[in-house]
């Protein structure tokens, strides 16, 4: 971790936090933070997973979410989903003809419990 990281905090990593203790109090999460290999390196790792959805979580930018959201599709047979809440629109509108992204944690959550990966009551 690096100095910058140690006093100020890492401003992704917090946001996702944020989004999966959002989500996943109505939504079952399986893993966070998972890692797939591919030819036995490390080819990427998933945010956040749902029995049928692998989640990223992106707090800048996101400009690189379409490259992302296409290596999951190579490694798991779950639906890639993006979100992106500070995405420039332009780069939006381009990844969104290829998967779902969601700009809050509030539709992905309302997606996810009407794809049924809501918890199960009882």
Known sequence: MGLFSKLFGDKGHRYEQRVARHVGRKVEITSRDKEYFKDSKRYCETDIETRSSAIEVKSGKGGNIKKQLDKYKEVTNKEP?????N???????EARQ?????????????????????KKKG
């Open 81 to 85: 989903i993006g979100i992106a809440p």
């Open 98 to 118: 290829h998967y779902k992204i969601f700009d809050d944690s509030k539709s992905l959550r309302k997606y996810l419990i009407a794809k049924g990966d809501g």
């Open 87 to 93: 995405m420039k629109p332009r780069a939006k509108k």
